[in-house]
């Protein structure tokens, strides 16, 4: 193609990809000017759609990969992970299966941070990251980056990644559990809320100096971090805690048999 020669592909974006999109442009047949050969998942981050989100591109009827030259003319259609419905063909956008989902959350996320700890899932957090840091621990460490950020998602060395909608931290939780389907792996008390570490079961004499004479007289169950040393015990915190598993078990399965 001659360099400075202006063309166009027509663009469509699915489901909730058109989140990212203005409101104008959702669920309709976009055209999209380009000069040169971009690869495709330039172009569609230059439509403001973080190439985390897109599991599938069909150009022209035919999967294509995120290094596929778009050309002139070209009809693009871009669709997100798909969440129930498993109709991807073979081709998808190259990436492999995790063995264990981890999580780093950006800076706004403390809320969601100690949510996922209480629900087992190894969730890195802290309140002073600076991106480069959140992208460097992501691509070292295989974790996937959950972030109210788009500009994140859209760096080039992000694989793994997850644009979170919703702003209020119940609402979190469950679209990440829904998102990468680990309804099963769900497990309560197993990870420290402070400091991300396991914690494990203890004897009471073990840990009994550490606590007030009631609480040492009245418990009987008790658990430790092997990071941080912080003590877990059956007491009114942890039934609050049992409660809210509860409640998010409840609305989890709500959601998939309505
Ligand atoms: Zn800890």
Redesign the pocket.
């Known amino acids: 193609m001659a360099a400075g020669t202006a063309y166009k592909a027509l663009f469509r974006f699915y489901e909730e990809l058109n989140d990212f999109l203005p409101a104008g442009h959702r669920k309709k047949d976009k055209t999209y000017t380009f000069k040169g050969n971009p690869a495709v998942k330039d172009s569609i981050e230059a439509q403001n759609v973080p190439h985390t989100e897109v599991d599938l591109i069909v150009v022209n009827g035919n999967p294509v990969d995120f290094n596929y030259k778009l050309r002139d003319g070209d009809r693009v259609s871009v669709y997100p992970v798909f969440e129930t419905l498993d109709i991807r063909p073979a081709i998808k956008t190259g990436r492999k299966p995790l063995r264990v989902t981890k999580f780093i959350l950006d800076v706004h996320l403390g809320k969601l941070a100690r949510l996922l700890r209480m629900t087992g899932f190894d969730t890195m957090y802290r309140n002073d990251y600076e991106d480069a840091e959140i992208i460097r621990i992501g691509e070292e460490e295989t974790r996937i980056i959950l972030t109210r950020d788009r500009g994140i998602l859209k760096n080039s060395r992000v694989t793994r990644g997850y644009f979170i909608r919703s702003q209020k931290p119940w609402e979190q939780i469950k679209e990440v559990i829904n998102r990468f389907q680990l309804q099963d792996d769900i497990k309560f008390l197993c990870r420290?809320?402070?400091?991300?570490?396991p914690?494990e079961s203890v004897e009471k004499k073990e840990v009994a100096h550490m606590l007030k004479a009631g609480t040492a007289n009245i418990y009987s169950r008790f658990f430790k971090?092997?990071?941080?040393?912080?003590i877990y015990w059956q007491g009114s915190h942890f039934n609050r805690m049992a409660g809210y598993m509860k409640r998010l078990q409840t609305e989890l399965r709500s959601k998939q048999s309505g």
């Open positions: 420290c809320i402070k400091c991300n570490s914690i971090c092997r990071g941080c040393g912080n």
